[in-house]
Nanobody, 124 residues
Framework: QVQLVESGGGLVQAGGSLRLSCAASGRTFSSYAMGWFRQAPGKEREFVADISRSGSLTDYADSVKGRFTISRDNAKKTVYLQMSSLKPEDTSVYYC?????????????????WGQGTQVTVSS
């Protein structure tokens, strides 16, 4: 089992940057692919990015490709989401999640463990 805690959210102006972190507890962090999702009020949870267990493979939603970068440090048991060129439509609660598969998934139901979320607000 793994517990996840996100941090790094906040208020930023359009065009700015933020880096989200997701710290995991437990000894088997490297056994999980990791993903970032987001959910705005009244909307469904949306895939943002995922990364394989080793960190060698990544996938991004088209809406964030070229602006966001997912990475992980297995020694620190942490996954990151570097967000640049932020837009007001990026405003959401951002969640990290752990997938017991090797490569991650765009489907939220494939993830067994979730953090509590961190709010990102982008002002225009």
């Amino acid at each position: 089992q793994v517990q996840l805690v996100e941090s790094g959210g906040g208020l930023v102006q359009a065009g700015g940057s933020l880096r989200l972190s997701c710290a995991a507890s437990g000894r088997t962090f490297s056994s999980y692919a990791m993903g970032w999702f987001r959910q705005a009020p009244g909307k469904e949870r949306e895939f943002v990015a995922d990364i394989s267990r080793s960190g060698s493979l990544t996938d991004y939603a088209d809406s964030v490709k070229g602006r966001f970068t997912i990475s992980r440090d297995n020694a620190k048991k942490t996954v990151y989401l570097q967000m640049s060129s932020l837009k007001p439509e990026d405003t959401s609660v951002y969640y990290c999640a752990a997938d017991q598969g090797a490569y991650g998934s765009r489907q939220h139901y494939n993830y067994a463990y979730w953090g509590q979320g961190t709010q990102v607000t982008v002002s225009s």
